[in-house]
Structures are given as C-alpha cells and as structure tokens.
C-alpha cells in the first residue's frame, strides 16, 4: 500500500518568512494530493490539492508542487502570519482513502 | 450547506464495554471514509465505504472494529470490547467522486473517545 513520509515534524518561523513542508510517496498510482490544516481540537481543512497532471498550484500565500518522477511533493506558504499556526498534513490517494503524513507543527512567531 | 456531522462528540467509557460512533456524510457524497487520530498523531485509515461496493476494511486494527453504512448514507462504526488504547479522535470523512481520481475529503468534528 500507500506511504507517505512528511518532514519536518515542526518547524518554527518568523512572521512574515517562508515555510516549507516536504512529503515523499510510495505508490506511483497515485494521483490526488491534498495538504489539510488542523488547529488545534478541530476538524482537518483542506487547504490545497493538487492533481498528478500538473506540477504546480497555487492560491495567494499557499503553493504546492509536484515532482511525480521523484514521488515528492511540497507545500510553501509565504509571508507567513500567526494565524497560520496549526498542524499541516500532506496525503496522497489513488482511488481510495488517503494516506497521511505524521504532520508537521507550524509554529509562526510574531 | 451541511457538513459532515458526527456523534457523540465525546464518549467516555469503561474497558470492555461496546461502543457506537455515528456519522452522518454530506448529502449526496457516495464515499465515506474512517479515521482515528491519537493524540499529536497522523490521521490513521480504518474503513472506506464507496456506493455499493464492497468496504475496504484493510485499515481496521482488530476484528473488535466493525462499521456499517445503511442506505448507503449514515454509518456507525462500532467497537467491541473497548481497550484504553482504543482512545482516540475518530473522524469521518466524505467525498464525492465525481472523477475517478477526483477526491476531496470533507471531515466531520470528530468523536473523541475515552476508555477508561
């Protein structure tokens, strides 16, 4: 089945630097690749998702690319804010459910 | 709309007895998904439930975990016997597949149990 590794486990930047979260898979077939937000006590939000067909997304602060031939993909968030302190999780899915990463804690010092 | 819901939001319960986790999926969305989360842990998968289709149940860590989805809407997961290291978050999720590779998850709150 499905692998997915996730690194850093956390990680702490200045507000208003970039971070950086990176993930590797095991399963050339999949093919869908969410990256979720959960603060803490809530529900996982999806943040961004990207598809095997494109290398790279992106949606104001937040980008995501895709290497399918090295099996990573990567989330970048600039200009980073308090409120973007939670803990992010990266996933891949073929056509079934998603494989998580152990996730990464944000933490975004002001 | 509605999101996914879920119930009890919390259950505490002592070792050995049965417990029920219910979920109700977004309207519409023909695949519903189980998780567990222990604390300051990934999302763990336990049982996915696509239309009709036969579950996919390879996630479930014992035979004490079972679920079921009736009229291919509400599911309850159950688990029997409850261990103190059963205690987790359990969400569900659901999904519309409208393409085969196509599938965002909506979570729902969450049922944090408790075994005491």
């Known amino acids: 089945g499905e692998n997915v590794e996730q690194h850093p486990s956390t990680l702490s930047v200045q507000e208003g630097d970039s971070a950086v979260i990176k993930c590797t898979y095991s399963?050339?077939?999949?093919?869908?690749f969410p990256w979720y937000k959960q603060e803490l006590g809530k529900r996982p939000q999806l943040i961004i998702d990207?598809?095997?067909?494109?290398g790279e997304k992106k949606d104001q602060r937040i980008a995501v690319t895709l290497n399918k031939t090295a099996k990573h993909f990567s989330l970048h968030i600039t200009e980073t804010q308090p409120e973007d302190s939670a803990v992010y999780f990266c996933?891949?899915?073929?056509?079934?459910?998603?494989?998580f990463g152990s996730g990464t804690r944000l933490q975004v010092q002001p | 709309g509605a999101g996914v819901s879920q119930s009890p939001s919390n259950k505490v319960t002592e070792k050995g007895k049965d417990v029920e986790l219910r979920c109700d999926p977004i309207?519409?969305?023909?695949?519903l998904y189980w998780y567990r989360q222990s604390l300051g842990q990934g999302l763990e998968f336990l049982i996915y439930?696509?239309?009709?289709?036969?579950?996919?149940k390879s996630g479930l860590p014992s035979d004490r975990f079972s679920a079921e989805r009736t009229g291919g809407s509400v599911s309850t997961l159950t688990i029997q016997r409850t261990q103190q290291e059963d205690s987790a978050v359990y969400l569900c999720?659901?999904?519309?597949?409208?393409?085969?590779?196509?599938?965002?998850?909506?979570f729902g709150p969450g049922t944090r149990l408790t075994v005491l």
């Open positions: 399963d050339s077939a999949s093919n869908y």
């Open positions: 990207i598809r095997s067909n494109v």
């Open positions: 309207s519409g969305h023909t695949a």
């Open positions: 996933a891949a899915s073929s056509r079934r459910a998603l494989t």
């Open positions: 439930f696509q239309g009709n289709s036969a579950p996919d």
């Open positions: 999720a659901s999904s519309e597949l409208r393409r085969i590779s196509y599938n965002e998850q909506f």
